[in-house]
């Protein structure tokens, strides 16, 4: 049997010490292809208020359009606007230049390699979204790259908070 095109994605959790154990153990690169995130602190509440249910119908409608597509986005050309090629070549250059830096850890370096795909991924996810949820264009433009970049940097985070304390010089604005 031949698969076109194989991938699969893995969806989860686990606790930041058991992800510092398999650092090192099989330095294959791996690792680097997982997209950490973890819940901010936030304060505990008996009683929080509910969800409005204008945010719920448009949430619930976002994901049946999403889960309608079932796949058949596949090989779709999207637009770039001028200003949104700008911002996305700006963005993947400072992702270049910040894994380049000296004083990159060697886990981190992995990461950075990964984010740059990523980053274009991640953009058109939220293009996507953006799409099924209010009819918009597909075609990323300017405020679309800019929220690309900003979801990316939740991950950087997300990895500097795992991996970054060995020795790392974090680069500006990384």
Partial sequence: MVIDDPFFSVTGGT???KVQAMI???DDGLIYRFLFGTAPSVPRYADTPPVPHS????????????YGLDGGVSGVRVGVTPAGRERLIRDQQRLLDEGDHPNMSGNLKGYWSKFEAYHLRLTLVLLEAWHVSDGTPEEVDETIAELGDMLLGYFKGQAIKLFGDKGLVVPPDA
Avoid at 55 to 64: F, K, L, P
Wanted: contains cysteine; charged residues 35%.
């Fill in 55 to 66: 945010v719920r119908g448009a949430y619930e409608r976002a994901c049946v359009a999403l």
């Fill in 15 to 17: 606790q930041p010490d």
């Fill in 24 to 26: 090192g153990k099989d």
